[in-house]
């Protein structure tokens, strides 16, 4: 089985993989609400942190707890809880991000039976020079928290560990993006999807052996399919693997992204120091940030023209969750910004279920725009 | 039998005046759209038939039947075509198509060839989406923005108005516009609410007409939020179903304060006339 399957394959039994991880190793499992929970030291603690995903299906469980115009990936995310899907978990923690995904923590902690249940403030301004210091504050509390569940002091040594497994993991998930530069890139996008998804589930040091497999098959790697315009997708959270691959099938290939489960999640490294917490700290206030956490534009939009260049895009999806503010905000003037720059843009909103149908009709039109030149 | 408001009458035209068989080019075009379903046969660059005729419940069936009623007064056999295009909602499952292409640009380049180069920006008004499209002086789409899943102000969304006052789809314009003052407009163009909004109003004591006016003058304002968002650029043009609703259109271009360019022979078939054109170039590009 090549590397890409076993991506495939682990994602679509990740609840499994989470059990039998439990089973194999004896440790606890932390399920996370958004990427702004310190990995590494819930890895340090010898958990395994897993991040809380929903699954794209019609549900009406969430009706109760959640206001209908909270945003869909959150009311997804919370009827997995409802539903029973994560039992497994021994803790749920939160790094602070937005308002919304707070009610699905909210109600995670009041109505689903978890251990333990951690809420990470994360500073409004992350901007401030005093910024890292006071998550340290936070990461201190945290790290407590776990040591009690687990009984067991996080250590040093334990740290170090955790930051360079993840290092790694950036180094590599990066390595395997620099491919997708090529002309005929070697991975799809949907196929590069399952492999940061996975990332945010997986033992990472199995999922870095994958990913060490998956770079000595991907330069032998030719795939049966033109890669027909290059595009980016930018937007709010992004599992939906079925909607990427419709997509690709319309002939396009996604060969960048910027959001929380690409690019955005793992681009930023640790850079280790003789305070650790400090150093994690700084990682997650100075990251790719969500635009949640942030309101400095400049500093973002920067970093997008510039991936967007550097991978040759030819247009960009912009997406949104339903209701999902920051990001909305954001969409005029990434469209001015990428027309400035002669990119197109096509715009779309998402909610758990999308009508196939119409976005079909939408992602044709657009790419019809470049490829009926031709006419 | 009861009496369908919501049903219009199917019709199909032909050219009188140009004879198939010496055109050098022989293509169709079918639009399968939500609710209504064209076939456009073009002769050499000329519109040689047409038809217009209600979507069923499976897209191969209502492209037969389309194209079918537009050769039905032809000797044009299906084979006689040497290209066939699809487009609308059910582009992907008409049998006879050589290739899909969306009804995106579809409308834009029958508007373009109905309307002439000079047509910047076209509003299609269809049975279930409502678009916005912005094409070149060759009728090439350069950006389009589409409404949302729901079908509020769409020809769906008609017909269930039509029903509910009992009044034939095609007179709902005309009544609505025919009232001593413009009532205020529904509240919410979402059919379900719309739906009881308007029986409330009927059980206040308001005439069918006002109920329409207030109804068409929604569906017009919502149009307008949609166009102002992608802006409009002159020369501006309305294709579709819904185009033939004066209660409607004439709305939209009082609030945008444009003109619309009338679609000649008929602004329902742009889609189907457009796939036609571009089986046309799909031909003698294949020919070169």
Redesign the interface.
């Known amino acids: 089985m090549s590397a890409i399957e076993k991506f495939h394959d682990i994602l679509a039994n990740r609840h499994q993989y989470a059990m039998d991880w439990k089973e194999r190793t004896g440790g606890k499992v932390v399920g996370g609400l958004c990427t702004y929970v310190p990995l590494e030291i819930v890895y340090a603690a010898g958990m395994l942190p897993v991040r809380v995903l929903g699954t794209h299906e019609v549900q009406d469980v969430t009706d109760r707890y959640l206001f209908p115009t909270v945003c869909p990936f959150c009311r997804d995310t919370l009827a997995q809880g409802l539903k029973g899907r994560y039992d497994y978990l021994d803790g749920l923690a939160m790094g602070r991000t937005c308002s919304h995904i707070q009610g699905t923590f909210d109600n995670w902690r009041n109505y689903i039976s978890t251990t333990l249940v951690y809420y990470i403030w994360f500073p409004c301004h992350r901007e401030s020079p005093r910024a890292v210091d006071c998550l340290v504050g936070e990461y201190t509390g945290f790290k407590e928290a776990l040591e009690k569940l687990t009984g067991k002091p996080i250590t040093d040594d334990g740290l170090d560990k955790a930051i360079e497994l993840y290092n790694t993991n950036r180094r590599l998930m990066k390595q395997v993006y620099e491919l997708r530069k090529n002309e005929d890139p070697p991975i799809t996008g949907a196929e590069a999807m399952e492999m940061v998804v996975t990332s945010q589930l997986m033992d990472v040091v199995e999922h870095n052996k994958l990913l060490e497999e998956l770079l000595e098959e991907l330069p032998d790697r030719k795939l049966d399919r033109e890669t027909g315009l290059r595009l980016m997708m930018i937007g709010s959270e992004m599992d939906d693997i079925e909607f990427v691959q419709m997509m690709e099938e319309l002939g396009c290939t996604i060969v960048i992204d910027e959001h929380c489960s690409g690019s955005r999640f793992f681009w930023d490294e640790v850079v280790p120091g003789e305070d650790r917490l400090a150093a994690i700290a700084s990682r997650y206030v100075h990251r790719w940030p969500c635009p949640a956490v942030s309101s400095n534009f400049s500093d973002r939009f920067d970093r997008v023209l510039k991936i967007a260049q550097d991978w040759n895009v030819q247009g960009a999806l912009v997406y949104q969750q339903k209701f999902c503010d920051p990001h909305e905000f954001d969409i005029p003037l990434l469209q001015q910004m990428f027309k400035e720059h002669d990119i197109p843009t096509l715009v779309l ?1 998402f ?1 758990v279920t999308i ?1 196939f ?2 976005f079909r ?2 992602i ?2 657009f790419l ?2 470049a490829e ?4 | 039998m009861t009496t369908e408001y919501f049903r219009w009458t199917e019709y199909a035209w032909k050219n009188p005046d140009k004879d198939w068989q010496k055109a050098d080019t022989l293509v169709a075009g079918i639009d399968v759209g939500s609710v209504s379903s064209q076939a456009v046969v073009l002769a050499d660059d000329e519109i040689y038939c047409y038809s217009n005729a209600r979507t069923g419940s499976n897209s191969p069936d209502s492209a037969k039947n389309a194209l079918g009623m537009a050769l039905k007064d032809t000797d044009i056999k299906q084979e006689n075509l040497q290209f066939v295009v699809g487009t609308g ?1 059910g582009r992907v499952n008409i049998p006879m198509s050589n290739k899909a ?5 579809c409308h834009a380049r029958g508007a373009n060839y109905m309307g002439g180069p000079t047509i910047r920006t076209i509003l299609d008004m269809g049975g279930q ?1 409502l678009k916005g499209i912005h094409c070149d002086e060759r009728g ?3 950006q ?1 923005l ?1 409404n ?2 729901c079908a509020a102000g769409t020809g769906r969304g008609m017909e269930v108005m039509a029903e509910l006052l009992q009044v034939p789809i095609v007179d709902v314009g005309q009544m609505s516009l025919d009232v001593e003052e413009e009532p205020p407009p529904v509240s919410s163009t979402c059919v379900i609410f719309a739906k009881s909004e308007a029986i409330g109003l009927l059980r206040k004591g308001w005439t069918k007409n006002m109920v329409l006016a207030a109804y068409c003058s929604a569906m017009a304002h919502r149009v307008v939020g949609l166009l102002e968002r992608i802006g409009i650029e002159k020369d501006f043009t309305i294709t579709g179903g819904i185009s033939k609703n004066i209660g409607v259109t004439s709305r939209i271009l009082k609030e945008l304060k444009v003109d619309s360019v009338p679609l000649k022979p008929d602004p329902q078939i742009a889609g189907a006339l457009g796939a036609s054109v ?1 089986a046309r ?2 031909l003698l ?1 294949s020919r070169k």
């Open positions: 909103e909610d009508p149908g119409q009709t939408r044709e039109a019809e725009m009926l030149e031709v006419l | 909602y292409i969306t009804e995106i640009a989406d090439k789409v350069t389009f589409m949302d899943k571009f170039d799909l590009k």
